[in-house]
């Protein structure tokens, strides 16, 4: 009977077991970050400088969204030599954008990264030049006798000329109103100077919601100030360019372009410069994977209201913000879960969506009554969470009491002696129930699955089994799951 009493004690802090629960950490509604952004302060910095960059939390729409807790994203900066460094900017609670600074101590352009494990990666370009040259130094004769732009910036072992004749002066003005590479160049055919023009762009992958913006660089290598306007066509194999068409005016070093997400297109995409020119080397193409819009994940809990001797499932989708819609992965994403509040069993805690999947769905079982919240969490996204609400289910017990005191009855009928075994039966039954609860009842009874657990028909009918057992419960359980009395 000792053990007896100390089995019901586990059995009913379990049953009855109530937990102080406090949500006030549950997220409330609002837009979370989405992704990161990088601006330079100044994008044309000089060496000997340390130049500045804006770090940015947007949401789904490129709009900058607020931070609700402190956020520490890592920017990496590689050089133009290809050294890379990192530092981390926190972006504070209520704020959508901190600064950042690097030193500038080569010319050429510098890539910026930002990351943080719940938001989507964002990038951007900053470009650096030697000093500039003192009044009256930029101009030089050449051998022909015209002047030629010295390109006093230059970053290559050889330094850069352009030659400008009468010719292009003169035709400046034509050659600027055509609005073609060819025409501009062609103004510059007494020369055999090349120009070439590097293509960069800043992101690898972007989410093909269209919403999300690439960003798009061209510049002339070494990096120098055009002598005149250069006209550059683009064309790109998914996605859009909000202007297919740009200019690096005279006396820029560089141009930039936006390279539109399509929500029709997902996948590798290709940007490129149009023109065959001689006197314009063009580069390599650059390339960017368009992915699926998962913009979050959403996290439903089915159902809401459980009782105490429910089962429920948490339903995750991938999410595309934008459309309000689920979106079906191109690849393996992997699904955490976790019970961050309040007592229960979520299984699995970790879920595969392999290519082609949308929505999984998570088991989870109270063992304690009031709110239970559970948390979700894939890569590079913030995480979401889901909450039930769980009543102890007094007519559940109820049905468990009456059905054990039938069985009590029944048990005491042939003898029609101690009267008391009707009592024990109202609770060996409730005992009953509980542990098949607790064990299931494929270990107790053989029965596979254990659904039928939740119907009241079959509450009553095994705690009228319980009821009739009385004391000889407690063996027959520890019999049937496979532990020592």
Known sequence: ???????????????????????????????????????????LAQIGQRAEFHVILTDA??????????VIVTVSSTSPSGDSTETQIIVGAGESSATGSLPVVE???????????????????????????????????GDDGNPRVFASHATGADDFFADITAATRGLSDTAHSTKTPEADLAASSTSDAKFSL????????????????????????????????I??????????????????????????????????????????????????????????????????????????????????????????????????????IKLTLALRQGNGRVQPLDIIFNEGDSTVRADFRPSSWGNAIIEGRIPNRHAQQAIFTISI????????????????????????????????????????????LLFGSEKILGVIGDLSLLNPISVFVFSVFGGWLGTGVIAFIFRQAGLQV
């Open 231 to 332: 006209v550059i066509r683009l064309s790109v194999t998914g996605g859009f360019l909000e202007n297919d068409e740009i200019i690096i005016e005279k006396g820029e070093y560089y141009v930039k372009a936006n390279w539109r997400s399509d929500p029709n297109f997902v996948g590798i995409s290709q940007i490129s410069i149009l023109g065959s020119n001689p006197h314009l080397s063009h580069g390599n193409p650059q390339f960017i994977d368009f992915d699926p819009p998962i913009h979050e994940i959403k996290l439903t809990p089915n159902p809401p209201e459980i009782s105490l001797f429910d089962r429920g499932n948490v339903q995750v989708d991938l999410w595309n913000t934008v459309n309000g819609a689920s979106v079906k992965t191109d690849e393996k």
């Open 198 to 229: 590097i293509l960069r762009v800043a992101e690898k992958k972007i989410l093909a919601d269209g919403e999300t913006v690439a960003n798009v660089t061209v510049s002339l290598d070494p990096l120098e100030p055009a002598p005149f306007d």
């Open 107 to 141: 010319t050429g352009a510098f890539l910026l990264q930002g990351d943080n494990p719940d938001l989507l990666p964002g990038g951007g370009f900053l470009f650096a030049t030697n000093p500039s040259p003192a009044n009256g130094d930029s101009y030089i004769k």
């Open 1 to 43: 009977m000792a053990f007896l009493g100390r089995f019901l004690i586990v059995l009913i802090g379990f049953v009855f077991g109530a937990h102080a629960m406090d949500v006030s950490d549950a997220n409330a509604e609002g837009t979370f970050p989405v992704k990161i952004a990088i601006e330079p302060v100044q994008e």
């Open 61 to 70: 729409f490129g709009k900058p969204a607020v931070a609700p807790e402190a």
């Open 393 to 436: 289910g007094i007519f559940t017990i109820v049905i468990s009491v009456i059905g054990g005191l039938t069985g009590g009855v029944f048990a005491w009928l042939p003898s029609r002696e101690r009267w008391w075994r009707i009592a024990i039966g109202a609770v060996s039954g409730i005992v009953l129930f509980g542990a098949l």
